[in-house]
C-alpha cells in the first residue's frame, strides 16, 4: 500500500504515534501533488476553452495566460512533492540506524 507501514513490528525509537503521523505526513503529501494537478488540469482547459470560444482579444490574451501558467503548477507540485519525499525517506533512513 504505497509505502505505508505494517505496525505489527516497529521500528527502533518509533512509536505508533510516529509511524502514523508519518503515514498522514505520506498521504498529505500526495493529496497536495494530486491539488497541484488539479489546478494545472483545470488553468490549461480553461485557457484552451477561453481561445477556442471567444474571439475577442482579452479573452484570447487571458487563454494564453492561463495556458501559459498552467505547467508552472505542474512543474511547482512535483518539486515540492519530491522535496518532501526526499525528506520522508531521509526520516526512515535515520530511524532505522
Known sequence: MNGLHNYAQFRDGMI????????RTRLANERSLLAYMRTFVGF??????????????????????LLALSPLFLVVGLVKY?????????LDKRSLS
Open 16 to 23: 505508533l504515534r510516529d509511524h502514523l503521523a508519518e503515514d
Open 44 to 65: 490549461f482547459a480553461s485557457g484552451a476553452g477561453l481561445i477556442k470560444l471567444f474571439e475577442e482579444r482579452f479573452f484570447v490574451c487571458a487563454g494564453f495566460i
Open 82 to 90: 519530491y522535496r518532501m519525499l526526499r525528506k520522508l525517506s531521509s
